[in-house]
T-cell receptor, first 109, second 115 residues
Framework: GQNIDQPTEMTATEGAIVQINCTYQ??????LFWYQQHAGEAPTFLSY??LDGLEEKGRFSSFLSRSKGYSYLLLKELQMKDSASYLC??????????WGAGTKLIIKP | GAVVSQHPSRVICKSGTSVKIECRSL??????MFWYRQFPKKSLMLMAT?????????EQGVEKDKFLINHASLTLSTLTVTSAHPEDSSFYIC???????????FGPGTRLTVT
């Protein structure tokens, strides 16, 4: 079956750096997405990786290793507003998005 | 950027009644829209793919007679939860793909509570 694994919850301190990991086993691979979702709201797009390596976008970076079925989202200079759930999703061979359960990130002052 | 709206944002209904949720693409046309449901602390679960001008494609385990989908135009898809029960209470989100590989625009979601 298809599976996306990410930690359920993480805690970090304001101003620090946090890395959220995601491992996947899917039938085919056509890209990996990271979304941010605040409670009670729809997800918002953060990043997209289809080739191995690091994609940097401001305070957020996303890394992909296709051979390892692994990605991480790196958040720097954490702000209180970064408290949210972070969803990892993979497009499979049918271009269908398979979603992880999300990682709830709690930022403490 | 492209905007997708959903209406209503919150709805409370009694068990046995039906509820319609609308999903609109506001400044672009969407021949395809996706309907998801999300339980608290759980992942997004794709329910069905709505196709303009043809029948929706339902995911395994989703009752098509209970969750009626109509893609009436290139900017509107509706999900009707028929004969709602408390276990249908959930967060329902629609999305529409954009022109590019990475683009998928989500609506703000509808919180359904069935009493």
């Amino acid at each position: 079956g298809q599976n996306i694994d990410q930690p359920t919850e993480m805690t970090a301190t304001e101003g620090a750096i946090v890395q959220i990991n995601c491992t996947y086993q899917t039938s085919g691979f056509n890209g990996l997405f990271w979304y941010q979702q605040h409670a009670g709201e729809a997800p918002t797009f953060l990043s997209y990786n289809v080739l191995d390596g690091l994609e940097e976008k401001g305070r957020f970076s996303s890394f992909l290793s296709r051979s390892k079925g692994y990605s991480y989202l790196l958040l720097k200079e954490l702000q209180m507003k970064d408290s949210a759930s972070y969803l990892c999703a993979v497009k499979d061979s049918n271009y269908q998005l398979i979603w992880g359960a999300g990682t709830k990130l709690i930022i403490k002052p | 950027g492209a905007v997708v709206s959903q209406h209503p944002s919150r709805v409370i209904c009694k068990s046995g009644t039906s509820v319609k949720i609308e999903c609109r693409s506001l400044d672009f046309q969407a021949t395809t829209m996706f309907w998801y449901r999300q339980f608290p602390k759980k992942s997004l679960m794709l329910m069905a793919t709505s196709n303009e001008g043809s029948k929706a494609t339902y995911e395994q385990g989703v009752e098509k007679d209970k969750f009626l989908i109509n893609h009436a135009s290139l900017t509107l898809s509706t999900l009707t939860v028929t004969s709602a029960h408390p276990e249908d209470s959930s967060f329902y989100i629609c999305s529409a793909p954009g022109a590019g590989e990475t683009e998928q625009y989500f609506g703000p979601g509808t919180r359904l509570t069935v009493t």
